[in-house]
Structure formats: structure tokens, C-alpha cells
């Protein structure tokens, strides 16, 4: 079992930077696969960001390309997503999601567990 709890999200001008951070629990932290997706009003669930166990491999969306960064430190069992050049259209309540396969990214029905999610607002 793998417990996620999100912080780190806010508001925030466009143009700024955000860090969201996910906590994990669980010895077994390591061996999962870690996702970033966002949600917004109306919206269905938005892949952001994946990472593998080891932290060398990453892929981001087109959208986020080039402006968000993943990482994680499995020593604190904790994943990062640093968000710059922040745009109104980043907003949306973000989750970190869990899996066993570093496969099929975007796909949220291939994710274990979730967190509750943080939210992020990008005013203009």
C-alpha cells in the first residue's frame, strides 16, 4: 500500500513558479513508477509529467514541455514537480499518482494509487 498527500500548490501570477511536492508512505516507495496529472473545471484528467523508480527516465506533456521539471528523492519518498513560466491555463487541481510499469504514461487507469490532490490557480 502506498499512501500520496500533495502540498505545495497555490496561487499564483502568470508568468511565476510553483514546486508541488508528493509525500509518499510505504517501504515499497521506490519501486513504483510516479506520475504528476491535472484536472480542471470540466475538464477530464490531464496527463503532466511521469517519472520511473530510479529517476532516469522522465517524459512530460507537449503542453509542459520545456517549463515543468519532475524529479524525486527516494531517500525522503518524495516527488517533485517545479512548475515555471506558469499560464492561466495551468490551473487545475494536480495529482500525484503511483504505478508498478514505467508504461503507458498517460493513461490514468494505469496508476495504483493516487494522492487527494493541490490546487494551482494561474491568474493573467
Known amino acids: 500500500q502506498v499512501q500520496l498527500v500533495e502540498s505545495g500548490g497555490g496561487l499564483v501570477q502568470a508568468g511565476g513558479s510553483l514546486r508541488l511536492s508528493c509525500a509518499a508512505s510505504g517501504r515499497t516507495f521506490s519501486s513504483y513508477a510516479m506520475g504528476w496529472f491535472r484536472q480542471a473545471p470540466g475538464k477530464e484528467r490531464e496527463f503532466v509529467s511521469g517519472i520511473n523508480w530510479s529517476g532516469g527516465s522522465t517524459t512530460y506533456a507537449d503542453s509542459v514541455k520545456g517549463r515543468f521539471t519532475i524529479s524525486r528523492d527516494n531517500a525522503k519518498i518524495t516527488v517533485y514537480l517545479q512548475m515555471n513560466s506558469l499560464k492561466p491555463e495551468d490551473t487545475a487541481v494536480y495529482h500525484c499518482?503511483?504505478?508498478?510499469?514505467?508504461?503507458?504514461?498517460?493513461?490514468?487507469?494505469?496508476?495504483?494509487?493516487w494522492g487527494q490532490g493541490t490546487q494551482v490557480t494561474v491568474s493573467s
Open positions: 499518482a503511483a504505478k508498478v510499469k514505467s508504461t503507458g504514461w498517460d493513461n490514468p487507469l494505469s496508476y495504483d494509487y
